[in-house]
């Protein structure tokens, strides 16, 4: 994320405010979407993927329906919810542990992952890849951790603390509006 | 103003999955007590697992892939926890919830607490990927990689807590789902799983719990 901190520098030196390209359409104008708190997860040096969050409010109503980073920072970008259960993947043709919830201590024994295991494990968590996020008229919506996120995928560099990334975000209705994350700690 | 469904999610990060495992006929404890009693605020069942003889290779630098008992040292902790690092929302969620639990304890306490996370994706989570994602959130020395590519092994280990994850069918560039239980679990020494805590439960509840083993541990060590 190094090449960005140059490039904000240079954007901020033009004296463009990367944020208001946007502004029309964040501040609850016309577009009625307003975007606030956009927040990026610092990252581990070896993570590939990172995730985004913020928070979306629309005064008529309208749906987040793409979200995208510069390919410099991320290969892919996708709007992920997180889900509970293992909804996130198909059940079909996976490979599935164990997830009884027996508590011997018998370790030793043959494994017995060929049983008929029931689903009395823990509850599962995933992801899974959502085609939009609505925003009914005159409610806000959040993306946190647990719920939606946008996901960065083929992350080319670290993301550190005190990082910007500039969002595109586009809404069926507001059309483009153009964000910065931050990178923080929670 | 009206409140979403996904505004709601914010108390289901701690709620749900409470819900759901005292559906399952886990008995909760102590749910809400924030004071600094003995009582604990995390899960507790009855009877608890046990983690038995359950040991796992280690490739954290101290380790080298020398295999760890899935137990607390002497009268400490191993706190466990199964997850993969391509997980960007939950897993950090939780380690960044567990660093500011460990910051709460004052050192002598955190000294006798082990962290330990477990890869469901031993393929892509290679022993240097695993040491640098715990890097980022715990010191050198506190914390244990443990990763096997022996299936047999990693399902025991899912079994021994109660656990289970779930790798989909990758797509044509190769990149599948995970899905994986997602509780933190705390280990004592005799490898009984004294409380675990579900996604989303604050850092100061999981200190709060953590002084209250620790302390309980180091007054009766035969317990
Ligand atoms: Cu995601």
Redesign the interface.
Known sequence: MKKLVPLATVVLALGIFVAACGSDDSDSGSSGVEVTDVWARPTTPTADAGAIYMTINSKDGDSLTAAKVPSSIAGMTQIHETTTDGEATSSEDSMESGDSMSSDDSMGSDDSMDSDHSMEGGSMMGMKEVSQIDIPAGETVTLEPGGFHIMLLDLKGQIKAGDTIPVTLTFEKAGTVEVDATAQDQ | ????R??S??F??VL??IL??AA?A?IVTGCGSDDSSTELNGIT?V????????SLPDYSPQSGGKKVAVRGNEDGLMLVYFGY??????C??TL??LRNALAELDPAQRERVQVSMVT?DPDRDTG??LN??L??FFEPGEYHSLRTTD??L???A???F????????PDADG?Y???????LYAVDPK?TVEV?WP??TDADVIADDLKTLLDNNSQNPDA
């Open positions: 103003m009206e409140v979403l996904i505004r999610l914010t289901g990060r749900v999955p759901l495992v399952l886990v069942r009877p608890p697992a046990k983690t038995g003889n359950l690092t391509s997980c960007p929302d939950v950090p969620t960044a919830d469901v240097r990927v640098g994602y890097a980022h299936q047999a990693l399902n025991r899912d079994e021994a109660g656990a289970s994850h779930k790798l989909g069918k990149n789902d995970v899905s994986h239980t997602a509780l490898g675990e996604f989303g």
